[in-house]
């Protein structure tokens, strides 16, 4: 595969998971080829592989990371908290900047409690990021298609959460999908808010697959949006190819954002 010839003005990265069906090895090497500089939700015991490949972890999780057990319900702190400081300190020994966080699921919890709840439970993770210079983020998803009932569904809320914490080491992952389906406005929500957001991701509206024509968004406009913020993170394809070929798929989804 030809090496693309990218601008430079984006941070390229791409999902783990959307492409599982690819060894991963195999994935990493396809990956690095097109010009791609990170890979987000890489879990530790592979991130040796990413050094192997010249890549960076670019968002970590590991087996803690629950999108509807979170941070919003005070009985799940205990089990969350202790893996949440090891992934910190493993991140910080191994130089990635970002770990995920959840909201959870509501299960009845109206927004001030579960803000108030996942302040409780955040508030020692980020504290102790700061020390280790890791920044921690919560992923804004939809609860109207793909994830019913996740507290964390629309950008004020996370937000508020921001404020609440008040830690340069906590802020957003902005989920261009997902924000599509629950509020719209993209390019708005990124220059108002730029400041709470430390990552992106992408995905096809609707459908969650490519990037291309056959999907309402408008990437190129949203990615030069995001650039004259000043944003010097990741910007990380999370479709779901439907390509034969799946890396044509993500090498497609590249250049669409390579403004």
Not at 23 to 45: N, R
Not at 229 to 242: C, D, S
Request: proline content about 3%; some cysteine.
């Amino acid at each position: 595969m030809k090496l693309l010839k990218l601008k430079g003005n984006i941070n390229h990265a791409v999902c783990k998971w959307c492409y599982s069906k690819i060894p991963f090895e195999q994935f990493c090497e396809s990956a690095k080829e097109i010009g791609i500089k990170g890979i987000d939700l890489v879990s530790p015991e592979d991130w040796q592989i990413l050094d192997k490949y010249g890549l960076k972890c670019s968002v970590a999780n590991d087996v803690c990371a629950n999108l509807t057990e979170g941070f919003n319900n005070i009985s799940n702190h205990k089990k969350l908290i202790k893996p949440y400081i090891e992934l910190i300190d493993k991140a910080a020994e191994h130089g990635i900047k970002n770990v995920i966080v959840f909201s959870g699921n509501k299960y009845g919890l109206n927004s001030e409690e579960g803000l108030e709840n996942c302040a409780i439970g955040l508030d020692g993770i980020v504290k102790h990021a700061e020390q280790k210079n890791v920044m921690i983020i919560m992923e804004l998803l939809n609860s109207k298609i793909d994830h019913e009932d996740y507290q964390c569904d629309n950008t004020p809320w996370g937000v508020k959460m921001v404020d609440k914490l008040g830690s340069p080491n906590f802020k957003l992952l902005y989920d261009i999908y997902h924000m599509q389906i629950m509020e719209g406005d993209i390019i708005r929500t990124i220059r108002d808010y730029s400041d709470y957001f430390a990552h992106y991701h992408t995905g096809g509206v609707p459908g969650r697959n490519e990037i291309n024509d056959n999907q309402e968004l408008n990437y190129p406009a949203i990615m030069k949006a995001i650039v004259e913020t000043g944003y010097k993170g990741y910007v990380a394809q999370e479709f779901i190819p439907t390509y034969q070929d799946q890396i044509s798929a993500l090498k497609e989804g590249i250049m669409i954002c390579d403004v």
